[in-house]
């Protein structure tokens, strides 16, 4: 439904419409639908002095001292990361409450890309381009302030047929050396997976398996199962498209999706992350897509 925020509906199983009460108010906070619940925090849709807010809050029902600290910490930490950054395809906050712990941030319109490709199936080459020229200007700003998002999925944009919005932030932090297995299965790129050295490029991955999925319908993947990116090579999204969708025409798929459109999500999805454009190449590639009218129907 229109006018959701972003919930993360693949691992959370639908929540009744009930106003949702903590023990521990927040001054100013009047929560409303509980959209989603983690392990460690719990997300309301509600009211911060009377403007439609989304507030995140640790859950109240962890017994443990430790772990409630932890996940308080956790979601102030995530707070003061946003509170650096301003980008309009970058979730804006609107406060950061200290005791008890609380993360409120704008209600951004629209829905998940991931609930938007369930019901659309797949997205026009030319709405995908602009759909990537944002997010991809949207990763350019943090990369530049020496911040990886992590964890790219159509379930973290929020897009309403204009605008897409990179939310979650919880998995964010400086590139670097870090341990594997951080982020999403299927779209975590294959050094994020093994871990060690992840460089901005792991987020050039993610933003390729969302704009891949959107223009194919599919996953770059042969195995939906395990890792995959570890043992195959994605698939290239021509002939991914062809293939699924054209009985094996290719000039029916190039009609339908541009070759420089496909070639720059490949490439996106290439396994060495030195051979990815950056988030700016990226951004200006895909703009100048959208402002040539080379994708236009």
């Given amino acids: 439904m229109r006018g959701g925020y972003h919930t993360r509906m693949e691992s959370v199983p639908p929540i009744a419409a009930a106003a949702h009460a903590f023990a521990e108010p927040v001054v100013g906070l009047e929560p ?7 392990r460690h925090a719990d997300t309301v849709r509600g009211r911060w002095h009377g403007l439609e ?3 995140k809050r640790v859950r109240e029902d962890i017994d443990s001292h430790d772990e409630r600290t932890s996940a308080g910490h956790a979601i102030l930490r995530e707070g003061l990361l946003l509170r650096r950054i301003e980008h309009p395809s970058i979730v804006r906050v609107v406060d950061l409450v200290h005791q008890p712990a609380t993360l409120v941030l704008e209600l951004v319109p629209g829905r998940s890309m991931r609930e938007e490709l369930k019901v659309r ?3 026009p080459a030319s709405e995908a381009a602009r759909v990537g020229a944002q ?4 990763l350019d ?3 530049r302030r020496w911040i990886l998002h992590r964890d790219v999925k159509p379930a973290n944009i929020i897009y309403d047929g204009h605008r897409a919005v990179l939310i979650d932030f919880h998995l964010a932090k400086e590139p670097g050396a870090m341990r594997g297995g951080a982020g999403t299965r299927l779209f975590a790129a294959p050094e994020q997976v093994r871990g060690g050295h992840v460089t901005t490029a792991a987020d050039i991955w993610g933003l390729g398996t969302v704009l891949y999925r959107a223009v194919s319908g599919r996953l770059p ?4 199962s395990g890792h995959p990116q570890l043992t195959e090579r994605p698939v290239p999204v021509l002939e991914r498209l062809a293939t699924s969708r054209f009985g094996g025409d290719f000039t029916r798929a190039e009609r339908d999706l ?5 070639a720059l999500i490949d490439r996106m999805l290439d396994v060495d992350p030195d051979v990815r454009p950056n988030a700016d190449e990226a951004a200006f590639l895909f703009a100048g897509m959208v402002d040539d009218d080379l994708l236009a129907s």
């Avoid at 993947?221 to 939906?224: G, I």
């Avoid at 541009?258 to 496909?262: E, G, S, T």
């Fill in 53 to 55: 807010v989304v507030a």
């Fill in 135 to 138: 997010l991809a200007d949207a």
């Fill in 32 to 38: 409303g639908v509980l959209l989603h619940r983690s």
């Fill in 141 to 143: 700003h943090l990369h």
């Fill in 221 to 224: 993947f042969h195995a939906d």
């Fill in 258 to 262: 541009p070759r420089d459109l496909a």
């Fill in 121 to 123: 199936r797949r997205m």
